[in-house]
Structure formats: C-alpha cells, structure tokens
C-alpha cells in the first residue's frame, strides 16, 4: 500500500535575521517535530491540525512556541474549547526540564492544570522506542549534543525521511541510515562556518565540513539524495551559505530550508 508522506517547513516568521535558528517540521499536517515555530510559522487553522509534536531535546530555540501554541489551538473553533490533549513525544531527559521549567513557572502547568483541563499529554520515548503515528513508524535516534538529543526517522517499509535538530560531530554517526528503508530525504543542521570546527565540536553543532564527513557515506549510496539544512546561525548565515554553496557538486540534492518549503514523497 502506498501513501504520501508531506514535509511542511516553518521558521521563525517573520525571521529575526538571516539564518532561520527556529524551525520546525510538519509531518502530513498533524505531526510536529520541535516547536520552534510551531505558532509564528503556521496559520492559525494549520496549528489546529497538529496533533502530535515529537521533541529532539530541551533547548529553547526548539521549543519556545509550544505555550503560544497550545493557547491557540487549545482556545477558538466552534466549541470554544478544545478539551482533547496535544501529545508531546520526548525522551524523559527532555520532558523533565519542559516541565520542571517551561510550565512549572513561567507558564501555567498544562500538564497538571490546577483548575480547566490538561492540554498537553506527555509520553517517554524511551518506553516507546519505535512510535507508530500516521502510518509511519517513527524511530528517535541519538545524535551528539550538549544535552540528551534525538533525530527521528519517519518509515514505512518501501521509504523513508530523517529529521535531525542540533547534532556534533561522532565519525560514523548516521551510518546506521544505510539501513533505512530507501531514504528519500535528510534534515540537517549547520551552524558554524568551517573555522569553527573546534567550537562546534565543543557545543554539539556542524561546520559545512563536519556535515560533509557525516553525509558521504550516505551521498555514495544515494548521490542525489535530497538534504534539507536549517539552524544556521545568524551572527555567521553568510559565511555559512558561502561554504554550503561550496558543497553542493559535492552533494547534488543538498540545499538550505526556506520557511514555507514543502516536500512530497510518495512511498
Ligand atoms: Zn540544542
Ligand atoms: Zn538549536
């Protein structure tokens, strides 16, 4: 049985700067992964279709729409009310500090509201390592950072797509996607210009260079394989798109993410 899978890409909009730091994928119009522009990178309506967000990891710029987000879609429509719950899919060293942090202070607690209804619902990954949502089987893997941090590939038997938010350097890291069902799309991040390489080491992120080392054995199997970039860092985005352009005789598919981009496959 075929079905689509549709990849709608929302950045901070309108962007504080060049360089797009937040984004966040929408998988099929209801699943999420990150929350970054989760509300300022969606209207309205297509917020209200999301039912699922799957969170790489505790970093602010991955999920600092969630309270505005779950204001919007938890409020309006015809009832008034939306008393059904968001489910927020992360790994327990992730969901603690979402918690602890973002909703035990600085937002009302929408997990254990003290008065109305819970509008989040939050799940471990790790008690579910392989999550079946819209038909796809949904794999969180490690990546390297400077908090526990997840990539996420999205399969059924005949395709797949990876989506990857911040990850350093590991030599071999993604070598384990050679053995994903026929990969038709790769998410990346960069965020430091190749003079950086030690600093991006040391905060868990990628130079172009670094991204190339991972990706090759990837590009041999699939030389066109198409690779989305995103989470440049604005303070250095022209350099950065200088030696992304660099790249791309290199890695042919390869190109840096838009806010409004959309991809379709077809499994
Ligand atoms: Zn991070
Ligand atoms: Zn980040």
Redesign the pocket.
Known sequence: MKSALRIKIACSHPPASRGHLSTTFIINGEIAVDAGAIASGLALREQRRIRHVLLT?A?L??LHELPQFLDNVQTGGRSGLSIKPICLHGEAAALEPVSRHLFGGLWPDVLRPAIGFASLAAFDLRKRPALSLGGFKIRPFRTV???P?VGFLFERTNGSVAILA?TGYREGLLDHLLGAPRLRFLAMEISYPNRLERWALDHGHLTPRQFLRLVEPLLSRRPRLQIGIHHLKPAFAAEVLREISALRSRAPGLRVLRHGDRFFFNF
């Open positions: 990891h970093h710029d991955h950072h400077r908090v941090t911040d």
